[in-house]
């Protein structure tokens, strides 16, 4: 079964650090681009960061630029999400997503999905 | 990184048909054919629904029809159903090398 599932969310005073981690199963992982896309509650979906198969494509939405970066291990199926320097615009539910591209092509697209892990900041 | 724009909310009956608008730029929607759709029920994480403007992933009912004109991409829901009530949400890539949603559109089913 092709599954994602993120952890690590929690309660997070701002200015504070905060590191997600998304364990993949059920499909090659390193054929494929991932992706973190986040929701604040009542909101809508907002992309956050992408990375390519390998690594050597890393993109980030300008909100959080700088202060949060994404990673992968190949070897441990795993995908993170470093987040640095954290605000109250940050609160939300933070999902894992497999990008639809074939084997090594980005497709922008996201078709496999975790149930997210939710990252609350507040003092 | 603005967000495409769609409609609030949409509504239609059984069995009719709808449309949900999708607008960007040529920097976005316009630029590219990677325009995709998102299903999300309450409490529910998203599901894949069209993706490149127009391909639909297996097992997604072929009453989901994505298009593109310009820099409006449309998704089109026809014999609509109670189950298709939900949120939907558009995605495009952008000239930035970055993925943008549009609001998202409530579709209620009457």
């Known amino acids: 079964e092709v599954q994602l599932v993120e952890s690590g969310g929690g309660l997070v005073q701002p200015g504070r650090s905060l590191r997600l981690s998304c364990a993949a199963s059920g499909f090659t992982f390193d054929d494929y681009a991932m992706h973190w896309v986040r929701q604040a509650p009542g909101k809508g979906l907002e992309w956050v960061s992408g990375?390519?198969?390998?690594?050597?494509?890393?993109g980030y939405a300008d909100s959080v630029k700088g202060r949060f970066t994404i990673s992968r291990d190949n070897a441990k199926n795993s995908l993170y999400l470093q987040m640095n320097s954290l605000r109250a615009e940050d609160t939300a539910l933070y999902y894992c997503?497999?990008?639809?591209?074939?084997?090594?092509?980005?497709?922008?697209?996201?078709?496999?999905w975790g149930q997210g892990t939710m990252v609350t900041v507040s003092s | 990184q603005s967000a495409l724009t769609q409609p609030a909310s949409v509504s239609g009956s059984p069995g009719q048909s709808i449309t949900i608008s999708c607008t960007g730029t040529?920097?976005?929607?316009?630029?590219?054919?990677?325009v995709s759709w998102y299903q999300q029920h309450p409490g529910k994480a998203p599901k894949l629904m069209i993706y490149?403007?127009?391909n639909r992933p297996s097992g997604v009912p072929d009453r989901f029809s994505g298009s593109k004109s310009g820099n409006t991409a449309s998704l089109t829901i026809s014999g609509l159903q109670a189950e298709d009530e939900a949120d939907y949400y558009c995605s495009s890539y952008t000239s930035s090398s970055t993925v943008v949603f549009g609001g998202g559109t409530k579709l209620t089913v009457l």
């Open positions: 040529s920097s976005d929607v316009g630029g590219y054919n990677y």
């Open positions: 997503a497999k990008d639809s591209g074939t084997a090594m092509v980005t497709g922008f697209a996201f078709d496999i």
């Open positions: 990375i390519s198969w390998n690594s050597g494509s890393i």
């Open positions: 490149e403007v127009s």
